[in-house]
Nanobody, 123 residues
Framework: VQLQACGGGLVQAGGSLTLSCAAS????????MGWFRQAPGKEREFVVA????????DYADSVKGRFTISRDFIKDTVSLQMNILKPEDTAVYYC?????????????????WGQGTLVTVSS
């Protein structure tokens, strides 16, 4: 499985941005997709995840109500709609795909990672 993330950029606080992650290869191996982020000087943290089937999702408290994850079943793309962005959302965002079970918040449950895309929120 290969993952290609895109959509990062610079946005003002309160604004919106949409990230996309395109999956290719053996997508039948995918059980769940997640987004993680790493802010400067901090450890990578969980943001949101969903079952590849679309039946479950899980959001970090810090983004609940502002971010929405969705999947395009035709294009095998997962999108992350980010609204009401805050400066503390500034980070490199990574998409990841897991093939074994639903433990969405644990990085070691993900087998495939895309390259990061930088989101910068100015105050």
């Amino acid at each position: 499985v290969q993952l290609q993330a895109c959509g990062g950029g610079l946005v003002q606080a309160g604004g919106s941005l949409t990230l996309s992650c395109a999956a290719s290869g053996r997508t039948s191996d995918i059980d769940n997709m997640g987004w993680f982020r790493q802010a400067p000087g901090k450890e990578r943290e969980f943001v949101v995840a969903m079952r590849w089937s679309g039946t479950n999702s899980d959001y970090a408290d810090s983004v609940k109500g502002r971010f929405t994850i969705s999947r395009d079943f035709i294009k095998d793309t997962v999108s992350l709609q980010m609204n009401i962005l805050k400066p503390e959302d500034t980070a490199v965002y990574y998409c990841a795909a897991g093939s074994s079970g639903w433990l969405p918040r644990y990085e070691n449950r993900y087998d495939y990672w895309g390259q990061g895309t930088l989101v910068t929120v100015s105050s």
